[in-house]
Each structure stands twice: as C-alpha cells, then as structure tokens.
C-alpha cells in the first residue's frame, strides 16, 4: 500500500444511528475523535491507517456514489462518521486511506453484531408476533470476510493508494429481499413479516433510501483477485447449512 509501511485498520464504531442519536457525546468521540487521535499517531510513527467509513456519508438520493461525491449524512451518525473521515484526511502528513463500505454481515458471535444477522432472529420467530419490515431503503450487503480478504491483498500492493477507496457489493436488496430469502433457506413461513414501502416518519431516525457505492475506481487500483465479493443467497446457504 505504501511500500514497507506497517498498517492499523480503524474498525471501531458506534454503527447504531438509533444508539448515535441517544448519546451524540458518545457517538462523537469513538467516530470523530479517536480517528483524529490516530491520524495523529499515524504521523508520529509512520503507520499507514485505514479509517473504515460508511455509506451513510450519503444522503441517498442519487446514487452511484463515487470517493469524489459530495457527502450530505440525514443522521448524526453519518455526521460523526463524515467527521472521522474529515479529522483523518486534513491530517495531512499522515499515511491515511478511507475506506467506506455499506451494511455489513458475516459471522458474528450474536445476529444482534450486524443489521443483516438480525433479520435471522425475525424470521426464525414463528411465535405469532408480526414485523413490520422495511422495503423502501435498497441496501448492498457486503460481507465482512471479502472485505478482510480485500484489505490484506490491497497491503500488498507496493504502491500509494488513492485517500477514499469504496468497497461494495452490488445486489439490491430491502431488509424485506433479505427476509425473504432466509425464510427460503431456513424453509421457514414469512407471513408474520410484513413489507413497509413508506419512508421513514417524522421522529424517527432518518435512513438514506439508496446509497449504492461505486467500486469502479477501487477495481481499478489493480488489487489481485479483485474485490472478490460473495453472491449473498449463496454465502448465507453455505453458511446456515455448516452451523446447522
């Protein structure tokens, strides 16, 4: 990435914009403050850091977004998180690349870990209780495995690499696609989930409605093998069966 330089990848975030919007002192100095504080150090010692940063920088409404693209967060988590990316880039002298990524899934020790494991415990609830779920937001599910892969094949590359790189995977989904196609793995009833298309209402936590990440500059770094992404359905199949 930067020749024989040692590197530091920032995964540390208050991911929630719901738990973010509670606690704004909170959410501001793990997403904001500690990226600065790193940056810092980056610096001082010569480690490249690479600062993991979201779609949510992004206001939604006219997507593809590409690294150069102005960002324009709905939420006080995308705010803190733009402010991460501001604090770690106007650090001039440090060694610094962002990386944005959409919504995350992949193992995790809980489905509560990730906004995409979640929906298991939804659809495996066969109680009687009804969800509303949300088919208005098109979401990119990205596997956190790919992007490890990713992360490691890029620090090999022997050459700078652009400061904001994305990485993303590109089948659409709603919360609601993502129901559905665990209820078909699991062989599973989905009835007692119920589509909402409306946006988001007054009060509640604003959530861009497509904040799809172009890749095309990343793809064209020359990182080997690629981005390397997984098909969704086929991962979580693979996946479900070897845990069962």
């Known amino acids: 990435m930067h020749g024989t330089s040692q590197g530091v990848i920032h995964c540390a975030a208050e991911r929630r914009p719901d738990v973010a919007e509670k606690d704004p002192a909170a959410a501001t100095k793990l997403n904001t403050d500690v990226p600065r504080q790193l940056a810092q150090l980056s ?16 206001d939604g409404t006219s997507p593809p977004y590409y690294p150069s693209s102005d960002t324009n967060p709905l939420q006080l988590y995308g705010r803190t998180k733009r ?6 880039l106007t650090e001039f002298s440090a060694k610094v690349v962002v990386l944005r990524v959409p919504v995350l899934y992949g193992p995790a020790p809980k489905n ?19 969800y509303k779920m949300d088919h208005f937001a098109t979401r990119y599910p ?12 890029l620090s090999d590359l022997d050459k700078p690499v652009p400061r904001i790189i994305h ?9 609601y696609d993502m129901c559905l196609i665990f209820a078909k793995i699991l062989g599973l009833p989905h009835t007692h989930i119920i589509p909402d298309s409306s946006p988001p ?7 861009p409605q497509d904040c799809h990440l172009s890749t095309e500059e990343t793809e064209n770094i020359g990182v080997e093998g690629g981005l390397g992404c997984s098909e969704f359905e086929a991962w979580w199949k693979n996946h479900l069966n070897a845990v069962q």
Do not use: M, W
């Open 43 to 58: 610096k001082d010692l010569g480690f490249v850091l690479v600062y993991i940063s979201t779609d949510y920088v992004f």
């Open 201 to 207: 209402p007054s009060g509640v936590t604003t959530r």
């Open 83 to 88: 402010g991460g990316e501001v604090a770690v």
């Open 167 to 175: 990485y993303s995977a590109h089948e659409p989904f709603t919360k």
């Open 112 to 130: 509560s870990d990730s906004a995409v494991n979640i929906l298991l415990d939804i659809v495996e609830d066969q109680s009687g209780k009804q």
């Open 142 to 153: 990205t596997n956190v495995l790919d992007i490890a892969s990713f992360l490691v094949r």
